[in-house]
């Protein structure tokens, strides 16, 4: 958990029971004036209406961001198999807590279908073919060899071990890193440095994936230019 002036950021994991408990338990001990989730209409729709990928979604999107999205929500999902946590459910329930004490909800995040043509467009030959590598080396090793996980998935994992697995993503992705942590990270500032601005007397509550914390914390001091910008803002009210 970081904080800067009014504004305080939760760092989770997606299918931790960890994070679904720190959630809760800083909403109903602090109810913050306004809860800023890391989603945007398409998911925070899709989290509270269960909707899964469709084949249609092809025309609109491209058959490239929609294989990404369909392999990113069935990993997921696994892992939430594994630990009887159904993904996003941390952020499911600070919108419920935010509909019963009437906290206003901000959606802070990039439109998803922007990100992942962002990432097909900037994805290299090099790294489709380490991703290929990579897959069946994983398969190989899961068939002859069984791996651990190192951490505990009910918790979110220690920083010592994010850090180190955006390092690998940042050398052996670029793309990946860029796209979808570096370009995000700009964005979720922005829009979280609005809120601090437009909002000064009132307590706000960035709930984020795991990682982002310090680099969001790190742009949001360095973003000047905003305060002069004209506040036609990207961020999403839905309460």
Do not use: W
């Amino acid at each position: 958990m970081l904080t800067y002036k009014n504004l305080t950021i939760i760092g989770t994991s997606h299918i931790s029971i960890e994070s679904i408990k720190e959630v809760k338990s800083f909403i109903q001990k602090n109810k913050p004036d306004i809860i800023a989730l890391e989603l945007d209409q398409k998911r925070y729709y899709s989290l509270q209406h269960k909707v899964k990928p469709k084949l249609k979604d092809v025309f609109s999107i491209g058959i490239g961001p929609f294989l990404i999205n369909i392999i990113g929500a069935y990993i997921e999902k696994k892992l939430g198999e594994i630990v009887k946590v159904s993904p996003g459910s941390e952020m499911k329930a600070a919108i419920k807590l935010a509909k019963k004490y009437k906290l206003k909800i901000e959606l802070i995040d990039q439109d998803i279908n922007i990100t992942l043509k962002r990432l097909l467009k900037e994805l290299t030959f090099k790294e489709k073919l380490r991703f290929v590598y990579d897959i069946i080396k994983n398969i190989v090793k899961g068939i002859f060899k069984k791996q651990k996980i190192n951490f505990d998935l009910t918790k979110v994992p220690p920083r010592e071990i994010i850090k180190d697995l955006i390092s690998k993503v940042k050398i052996n992705y670029p793309s990946v890193y860029k796209t979808l942590i570096y370009e995000r990270n700009i964005i979720m500032a922005k829009n979280l440095n609005k809120l601090i601005y437009l909002n000064p007397n009132k307590k706000i509550l960035a709930i984020i994936g795991a990682g982002h914390e310090e680099d969001l914390i790190e742009l949001i001091k360095g973003d000047k230019n905003i305060i002069y910008s004209n506040y036609n803002s990207d961020i999403n009210i839905c309460i």
